[in-house]
């Protein structure tokens, strides 16, 4: 079987990473560049997205951007757009942007609720609808949606992000049945606690850091390094016959008993 020696190879594909600036974002771009991949880094902060991209250039990666704001929505438009015309092709769509907004459920602010879902389930929509027609002409492609284990199980103070997490699950299988038959695959990677910006909170504070080791069957935080297998995998042909699904990196949070 000849296509085993280049199973997890990227070359030749062009992918696109979402909130790619730091944390989870940038390191599934560097892996998705390091397997071979021409990959488009955006990013809400365009200073920070613009170091990020000239450090990746500078190792020799094929990196390049576009900074957009995602909860607004013709700057989602404007992010499809510049990938259309400026890239030859687009074969992997990795929506990981998102946001996280905690408050109190009875007096949770509408625009609080509004905004997550603009960001982590809007604007993955959005873009897959763009893109999904190249991916089409091409033959197929792959569309990678970050959940959570937030889709999974209930969590304190923070009931848009469950929601948008748990409504974008099954946007992903809506999504693998309407573009299966033109070889597009649609799954999710749906992370556990990592060491993040978006996670400082807990992570800062030694009982809660504790708190969240243990729940793990590993023991340990995740560190962004740690999603780079995952995210190959699900972009490369050695997922070819997966869709629909639900792949978790978490250490063995969901899998835990007492």
């Given at each position: 079987m000849p296509y085993l020696e280049n199973l997890f190879s990227l070359q030749g594909k062009v992918a696109l990473v979402t909130g790619a600036t730091r944390g989870l974002g940038r390191a599934m771009a560097d892996a998705l560049l390091r397997a071979g991949a021409?990959?488009?880094?955006?990013?809400s902060n365009a200073k920070g997205l613009s170091e990020a991209t000239q450090e990746l250039q500078t190792a020799g990666l094929n990196a390049t951007s576009f900074a957009a704001d995602l909860s607004d929505p013709r700057?989602?438009?404007q992010l499809a757009e510049y990938v259309l015309q400026a890239q030859?092709?687009?074969d992997v769509l990795v929506n990981n942007a998102g946001i996280t907004l905690p408050h109190e459920l009875t007096d949770y602010p509408v625009e609080c609720w509004a905004k997550t879902f603009r960001v982590n389930l809007e604007a993955p929509f959005?873009?897959?609808?763009?893109?999904?027609?190249?991916?089409?002409?091409?033959?197929?492609?792959s569309i990678i949606n970050i959940t959570s284990i937030g889709a999974e199980l209930g969590f304190p103070n923070n009931p848009a992000y469950g929601a948008a997490k748990g409504a974008l699950k099954q946007l992903t299988k809506s999504m693998a049945f309407d573009l299966g038959p033109f070889g597009i695959r649609v799954n999710n990677l749906g992370p556990g606690y990592f060491k993040t910006d978006m996670a400082s909170f807990s992570y800062s504070d030694p009982e809660?850091?504790?708190?969240?080791?243990?729940?793990?069957?590993?023991g340990r935080w995740g560190e962004p390094d740690d999603l780079a297998g995952a995210v190959i995998f699900l972009a490369s042909d050695a997922s070819r016959y997966m869709t629909g699904q639900d792949l978790y990196v978490d250490g063995g949070w969901l899998a835990k008993g007492l």
């Open positions: 021409n990959v488009v880094l955006n990013g700057q989602v438009e030859s092709r687009i959005q873009l897959a609808r763009r893109l999904a027609p190249r991916m089409k002409e091409l033959g197929g492609g809660r850091r504790q708190a969240r080791a243990g729940r793990t069957l590993l």
